[in-house]
């Protein structure tokens, strides 16, 4: 085999070796929405619940509780009800994704994981985020609740 034959033949061998031949799939408007949300758990893991939430959440986002919090209406007031609560470690894996038609708004849901600082009391319980895109294309927070789980069912 001549020197242009083997060149050929690496470059064939190399293509099919690193699944090259076949390009990827663009990624769903859900794949992307549930990345934003494991992103969003990764930050409050790594920052903290009150920055995650003033980081990601829309300026008039808003915040329910599960049970005997008022509402909470824009990421200021988030931000400084989360600061004032159990210090811990907030984290969520969304399971769901949906995106409306024109890819500007959507929601996810999963299952959060709440560990309090210094102790081995965890809670746990589910979530819905309604999203939005802002002016950017960048996907923010427009309310988020969770229910907490039953004793017993952790």
Known sequence: MNRTGRLAAAALALLLATGAAKPAPPPTPESQLLAADRAFSK????????YAFLATMANDGRLYGNGN?????????????MARRLPGTLSWEPETARVSSDGRMGWTSGHWLFVARGARQKTTGNYLTVWVKDRRGAWKVQAEMGTSDLAGKK
Not at 43 to 50: A, D, K, M, N
């Open 43 to 50: 930050l409050s893991i790594r920052r903290g619940q009150p």
């Open 69 to 81: 919090d008022a509402p909470v209406y824009g990421k200021a007031q988030a931000f400084r009800r």
